[in-house]
């Protein structure tokens, strides 16, 4: 069975600092990959996604991910954090296309203003 | 985009009643939404996916009897947790894909915080 793997559980950043968060995966075949996110006391949301085609994948507030397929990794990047990000983030894996995704166990991103 | 509503938000009961949840799609029509629990610190883990119409499938180690599924319409599915004791606690999240042709882009609920006393 496949897995996801975050390697950081806490983050914590200065306003304005840049973010990368890790992802990696374990499973060899096609994947479509995602990052959620989860505010404080609200639902899961879609940040960015990847299905195929141009491996940077841009998504909603400023957020941008690289699939590299060689290093089973989609790893969540932002060039300057604001305090709005204070969040939890989560990495998911579809594998072949079949409804079921497998979840990493989140990162915890504070920013301090 | 898309809006899924769970009902309750939070939920307090006694250790040996039921406990019923439901989850809604409110501007789509679901044929397959999915129970996740989530732990403190811990990432979402699959339960069940629940099918419309038909049995509900059950991940490897979740107790059937216990997590009953029930997806009576297209737009509601509801889990209901039998004899609940504090090892149920926890926080039950739904979700659902809007496009039957991407089964993987899924809609979450806010979650429903369980208690069991």
Same mark, same amino acid.
């Given at each position: 069975?496949?897995?996801?793997?975050?390697?950081?559980?806490?983050?914590?950043?200065?306003?304005?600092?840049?973010?990368?968060?890790?992802?990696?995966?374990?499973?060899?075949?096609?994947?479509?990959?995602?990052?959620?996110?989860?505010?404080?006391?609200?639902?899961?949301?879609?940040?960015?996604?990847?299905?195929?085609?141009?491996?940077?994948?841009?998504?909603?507030?400023?957020?941008?991910?690289?699939?590299?397929?060689?290093?089973?990794?989609?790893?969540?990047?932002?060039?300057?954090?604001?305090?709005?990000?204070?969040?939890?983030?989560?990495?998911?894996?579809?594998?072949?296309?079949?409804?079921?995704?497998?979840?990493?166990?989140?990162?915890?991103?504070?920013?301090?203003? | 985009?898309?809006?899924?509503?769970?009902?309750?938000?939070?939920?307090?009961?006694?250790?040996?009643?039921?406990?019923?949840?439901?989850?809604?799609?409110?501007? #789509?029509?679901?044929?397959?939404? #999915?129970?996740?629990?989530?732990?403190?610190?811990?990432?979402?883990?699959?339960?069940?996916?629940?099918?419309?119409?038909?049995?509900?499938?059950?991940?490897?180690?979740?107790?059937? /009897?216990?997590?009953?599924?029930?997806?009576?319409?297209?737009?509601?599915?509801?889990?209901?947790?039998?004899?609940?004791?504090?090892? /149920?606690?926890?926080?039950?999240?739904?979700?659902?894909?809007? /496009?039957?042709?991407? %089964?993987?882009?899924?809609? #979450?609920? %806010?979650?429903?915080?369980?208690?069991?006393?």
């Amino acid at each position: 069975a496949q897995s996801v793997s975050q390697h950081n559980h806490h983050v914590i950043l200065s306003e304005a600092a840049s973010l990368e968060l890790g992802c990696n995966y374990s499973y060899g075949g096609t994947v479509n990959l995602f990052w959620y996110v989860q505010y404080p006391g609200q639902h899961l949301q879609l940040l960015l996604k990847y299905f195929s085609g141009d491996p940077l994948v841009k998504g909603i507030k400023g957020f941008e991910a690289e699939f590299i397929k060689s290093k089973f990794s989609f790893n969540l990047r932002k060039p300057s954090v604001q305090w709005s990000d204070t969040a939890e983030y989560f990495c998911a894996v579809n594998v072949g296309g079949y409804s079921t995704l497998t979840f990493g166990k989140g990162t915890m991103l504070l920013v301090s203003p | 985009g898309a809006v899924v509503s769970q009902h309750p938000s939070w939920v307090i009961c006694k250790s040996g009643t039921s406990v019923k949840i439901e989850c809604r799609s409110l501007d #789509f029509q679901a044929t397959t939404m #999915f129970w996740y629990r989530q732990f403190p610190k811990q990432s979402l883990m699959l339960m069940a996916t629940s099918n419309e119409g038909s049995k509900a499938t059950y991940e490897q180690g979740v107790e059937k /009897d216990k997590f009953l599924i029930n997806h009576a319409s297209l737009t509601l599915s509801t889990l209901t947790v039998t004899s609940a004791h504090p090892e /149920d606690s926890s926080f039950y999240i739904c979700s659902a894909p809007r /496009d039957r042709g991407a %089964p993987y882009e899924q809609y #979450f609920g %806010p979650g429903t915080r369980l208690t069991v006393t």
